[in-house]
Structure formats: structure tokens, C-alpha cells
């Protein structure tokens, strides 16, 4: 049953996903409907972190622009918190920065309190964040400073359309520029982040194969092409190797074929490495969105509770016109479910 409007929801959904629904200007909302419009796992009932009559006013007009099945939400469970102002579907700022902000900490603080098995969010814009007086990177940020954790990181994960194999990418640096990434590298950065994804890969495979990305092209060429790998990175990845003798260790290696095992594997031409570490975003990023766009999703590491979320943004060129594929929203919440339930 729907909501009464009350900020706080009912005592039975303990073990339920809060899925905060993001920029309400963008396409969260549609990939959230058309998502829990589909099959969902046996025992599965989500709770909306959102502004109630917003929701549905967006799916009455998704209604009016699309033929493709829509959750209804008076059949959700909704946290309401109303917007302060109407939002025009592709216009964010200031008023949808502030909104995505809030919902975001709400369906956080579910989960925190025990009401909630895990986390799922829906795109934000950091603009509109920014515009709204809340200067973080990313939600990942911003959830890592809610629960207290020293670090986050960001972890894509991927099931291949063939067998079990699953592409894992963890990134070293998330939202920061390219610029500044030789800078915030180092040693006791790439071991702590080799431990999220050693633990993350032993959910499936208790001796899993891991692969470290390079920095420079062709890893430096003994420092032809960058010293990064030469003066520190080479020698890390030996001494962790030392410390961690049943785990297979590759790298670093030359970014350029770092993922081909990867592309072979998600093709079903064999198993891939059980995960892989990026050095900065748009390393990790491209393979992973090339070879699963649709169906990687954003899990985040390092947090006391587990969160996931699409592995596209906004979509504001798009919004409101009940276009949005929703596979990704779809596996974010199956991965949620399934993860939490490990």
C-alpha cells in the first residue's frame, strides 16, 4: 500500500532496498518505475525516498509519452518530502540539487537505522548540488561522511549475458581531474583499495585473479613514458603480493590491453580476471561502459551498509520523455538484493 504521507514508513520494511530517487529533473524517476514494473526477486518490496505528488504527476506524464510498462506509485511504500518548487524535466538547479541532496540522506538514514537491508540511488547532478550550497564530488562522498567511513570507493560490477563470470572494476580515484590524479596516487592508496576489491572478489571466487592497471602508456616503459610505475607502483604491487600469497597479482599492466581478457570473457570466450583496478575514473570507466552499459552497476565499497546505483547519470536531454532504458536501475536494484543478501 501507498504511503499516508508520512516522513517515516512503517515498521514491517525491515530487510526492504530504499532506493532515493535523484535529480528530479532527470530520469530517475522514469528508471525507477519502469524498473520495479518488471519481475522482481521473490520478497523484494522497495521504499521511495521522494516528494510523493511529484511522483505522481512524473508518471502520469511518462503515461501520456510512452507505452512501456510503469509501476504505479500508489502501490509504494513513499518517504515524502515534498519539493519546495516545481521542477521542469531536463532543467535542474538549485531547488532539484537541494531536493536529490535530501532524499539521498533520508533513504541513508534507513538504512543506517536498521529499516532497510541496502541502498539504492538514482542519478544526482553535482551541479545542482553545488548550486544548492552541498560542495561534495558524488554521492559516494557524501554517504561516506553519513556513516562515518574512512574511505569509499567505487566498484562497477557486471554479470556476462554468458555463464558467471562477472566484470569487477574498482577505481583508485573517482571524481577528481585528470590533472590531479599522479598527485593523489601513491602506495598505501593502491593497497588499501587492492583490499576492497580482494574482499568484494571473494564473494564468488574464494582465490580470485586480480589485475592492476598501469598509469602510463605501455606502463612507463622503465620510466620512458612516465616514473610513476618505475619509482613506486611496480614495487607495491610486489609487496602486496608477498603479504597476500594465495591471490594472483597481475600488473601493473599497460592500460591500452589491460581489459581484453575482459571483452573475451563477457563474449563467453572463456573466464576473465575476477577484478580489476583502475588508477582513475575514465580508465575504469570506458571499458566497463563499452562492454556493459546497460547492465553494470555502481557498488560502493567501504561503507558500513551496501549501496549500488546505475552506471549512467541524469540523462536531462532525455528526461521526460519516457525514452530511458532502465536495465542498469534494474540490475542496480538485483545487485542490491542480491549482495545484501550474501
Same mark, same amino acid.
Given at each position: 500500500?501507498?504511503?499516508?504521507?508520512?516522513?517515516?514508513?512503517?515498521?514491517?520494511?525491515?530487510?526492504?532496498?530504499?532506493?532515493?530517487?535523484?535529480?528530479?529533473?532527470?530520469?530517475?524517476?522514469?528508471?525507477?518505475?519502469?524498473?520495479?514494473?518488471?519481475?522482481?526477486?521473490? !520478497?523484494?518490496?522497495?521504499?521511495?525516498?521522494?516528494?510523493?505528488?511529484? *511522483?505522481?504527476?512524473?508518471?502520469?506524464?511518462?503515461?501520456?509519452?510512452?507505452?512501456?510498462?510503469?509501476?504505479?506509485?500508489? &502501490?509504494?511504500?513513499?518517504?515524502?518530502?515534498?519539493?519546495?518548487?516545481?521542477?521542469?524535466?531536463?532543467?535542474?538547479?538549485?531547488?532539484?540539487?537541494?531536493?536529490?541532496?535530501?532524499?539521498?540522506?533520508?533513504?541513508?538514514?534507513?538504512?543506517?537505522?536498521?529499516?532497510?537491508?541496502?541502498?539504492?540511488?538514482?542519478?544526482?547532478?553535482?551541479? %545542482?548540488?553545488?548550486?544548492?550550497?552541498?560542495?561534495?564530488?558524488?554521492?559516494?562522498?557524501?554517504?561516506?561522511?553519513? %556513516?562515518?567511513?574512512?574511505?569509499?570507493?567505487?566498484?562497477?560490477?557486471?554479470?556476462?549475458?554468458?555463464?558467471?563470470?562477472?566484470?569487477?572494476?574498482?577505481?583508485?580515484?573517482?571524481?577528481? #581531474?585528470?590533472?590531479?590524479?599522479?598527485?593523489? *596516487?601513491?602506495?598505501?592508496?593502491?593497497?588499501?583499495?587492492?583490499? *576492497?576489491?580482494?574482499?568484494?572478489?571473494?564473494?564468488?571466487?574464494?582465490?580470485?585473479?586480480?589485475?592492476?592497471?598501469?598509469?602510463?602508456?605501455?606502463?612507463?616503459?622503465?620510466?620512458?613514458?612516465?616514473?610513476? &610505475?618505475?619509482?613506486?607502483?611496480?614495487?607495491?604491487?610486489?609487496?602486496?603480493?608477498?603479504?597476500? #600469497?594465495?591471490?594472483?597479482?597481475?600488473? #601493473?599492466? #599497460?592500460?591500452?590491453?589491460?581489459?581484453?581478457?575482459?571483452?573475451?570473457?563477457?563474449?563467453?570466450?572463456?573466464?576473465?580476471?575476477?577484478?580489476?583496478?583502475?588508477?582513475?575514473?575514465?580508465?575504469?570507466?570506458?571499458?566497463?561502459?563499452?562492454?556493459?552499459?546497460?547492465?553494470?552497476?555502481?557498488?560502493?565499497? !567501504?561503507?558500513?551498509?551496501?549501496?549500488?546505483?546505475?552506471?549512467?547519470?541524469?540523462?536531462?536531454?532525455?528526461?521526460?520523455?519516457?525514452?530511458?532504458?532502465?536495465?542498469?536501475?534494474?540490475?542496480?536494484? &538485483?545487485?542490491?538484493?542480491?549482495?545484501?543478501?550474501?
Amino acid at each position: 500500500m501507498g504511503s499516508s504521507g508520512t516522513s517515516d514508513p512503517s515498521n514491517s520494511i525491515r530487510g526492504r532496498l530504499a532506493i532515493a530517487l535523484g535529480d528530479p529533473a532527470g530520469i530517475g524517476a522514469e528508471v525507477v518505475l519502469k524498473a520495479l514494473a518488471g519481475p522482481l526477486p521473490e !520478497g523484494l518490496e522497495p521504499v521511495l525516498v521522494g516528494c510523493r505528488r511529484w *511522483l505522481e504527476a512524473h508518471h502520469a506524464h511518462l503515461r501520456r509519452h510512452s507505452d512501456a510498462p510503469l509501476r504505479d506509485p500508489a &502501490e509504494l511504500e513513499i518517504v515524502d518530502l515534498p519539493l519546495d518548487r516545481a521542477v521542469t524535466p531536463g532543467h535542474s538547479g538549485p531547488a532539484a540539487g537541494a531536493a536529490s541532496f535530501a532524499w539521498l540522506e533520508a533513504a541513508a538514514g534507513l538504512v543506517q537505522a536498521g529499516r532497510c537491508r541496502a541502498l539504492v540511488t538514482a542519478p544526482i547532478a553535482k551541479a %545542482s548540488w553545488h548550486a544548492a550550497g552541498h560542495h561534495y564530488p558524488g554521492q559516494t562522498e557524501r554517504l561516506a561522511e553519513l %556513516s562515518g567511513a574512512r574511505e569509499a570507493a567505487m566498484l562497477f560490477t557486471a554479470r556476462a549475458p554468458r555463464g558467471a563470470w562477472r566484470l569487477n572494476t574498482l577505481l583508485a580515484t573517482t571524481h577528481i #581531474p585528470l590533472a590531479a590524479v599522479p598527485g593523489q *596516487l601513491n602506495a598505501a592508496l593502491v593497497r588499501g583499495k587492492l583490499e *576492497l576489491l580482494l574482499a568484494f572478489c571473494r564473494r564468488f571466487n574464494p582465490e580470485p585473479r586480480l589485475v592492476v592497471a598501469a598509469l602510463n602508456p605501455h606502463a612507463g616503459e622503465a620510466g620512458g613514458l612516465g616514473v610513476e &610505475e618505475r619509482d613506486w607502483l611496480e614495487g607495491c604491487l610486489e609487496a602486496w603480493r608477498a603479504d597476500h #600469497p594465495g591471490v594472483r597479482v597481475e600488473g #601493473p599492466r #599497460p592500460p591500452d590491453s589491460c581489459w581484453l581478457d575482459a571483452a573475451a570473457a563477457w563474449r563467453g570466450q572463456g573466464s576473465g580476471p575476477d577484478g580489476y583496478l583502475a588508477l582513475y575514473h575514465d580508465q575504469g570507466l570506458i571499458p566497463v561502459k563499452l562492454l556493459a552499459f546497460d547492465a553494470a552497476v555502481n557498488t560502493t565499497l !567501504g561503507l558500513p551498509f551496501l549501496r549500488t546505483s546505475p552506471d549512467h547519470g541524469t540523462g536531462f536531454d532525455i528526461a521526460g520523455r519516457g525514452i530511458a532504458r532502465s536495465q542498469s536501475m534494474t540490475a542496480a536494484i &538485483e545487485t542490491a538484493w542480491e549482495l545484501s543478501r550474501a
